[in-house]
């Protein structure tokens, strides 16, 4: 708790806020450069960073969120609970009591369609959206409880640590600017 509330402190001091920029279409190598920022314990943000984006599955993931994110916000969110929700895996990652699939661990949905990034990523969009919406009488870093626990009472604390880790993948990806070397997979 103390280190989730650290790390927001730490991004509004550094002046990261929940307000992206819309620069067009994001790059893959982008949204790369951001799930590599992302610890290798993903519930312990005091993990070093792992390298997400060498996974197997990390490229198809990394296009389908270029390809449907708004903006860097939601291209940050996207990968880090893809990486939360399945760790990249190429596999169709199946959850919950083979009831969720796929890289966002959809439930509620074809698998074909779960485990098929492209056609996933655009759902898992709309879901965190309804999120933020059916949330808003949470703070800001709360309100995509709903997407994480199915219910805005509960999942405020793990909604928290990854909006934390959205902000550090903002700031990974401010850090290394136009040129980053992160390649092959565009």
Request: hydrophobic letters at 45%; charged letters at 20%.
């Amino acid at each position: 708790m103390k280190t989730t509330v650290g790390l927001v402190a730490m991004a509004m001091v550094l002046g990261i806020t929940t307000n992206a920029r819309s620069d067009g279409p994001i790059p893959v190598r982008d949204v790369l450069i951001m799930m590599a920022s992302v610890p290798s314990a993903p519930g312990d943000p005091r993990s070093r960073p792992y390298r997400w984006d060498q996974v197997p599955g990390a490229g198809p993931i990394a296009r389908a969120i270029a390809a449907t994110a708004p903006d860097r916000l939601w291209a940050a969110r996207m990968a880090v609970y893809a990486v939360h929700e399945s760790a990249l895996s190429a596999e169709c990652a199946v959850g919950d009591g083979k009831r969720s699939f796929g890289p966002w661990q959809l439930q509620g949905v074809a698998r074909s369609v779960a485990c098929d990034p492209a056609a996933a990523a655009p759902i898992w969009l709309e879901r965190a959206r309804h999120s933020l919406e059916d949330c808003s009488a949470l703070p800001p870093h709360d309100r995509l409880a709903e997407l994480t626990s199915g219910s805005c009472t509960r999942g405020r604390q793990l909604a928290r640590l990854r909006e934390a880790l959205v902000l550090g993948a903002l700031a990974k990806l401010d850090s290394i600017g136009s040129d980053g070397m992160v390649t092959g997979y565009e």
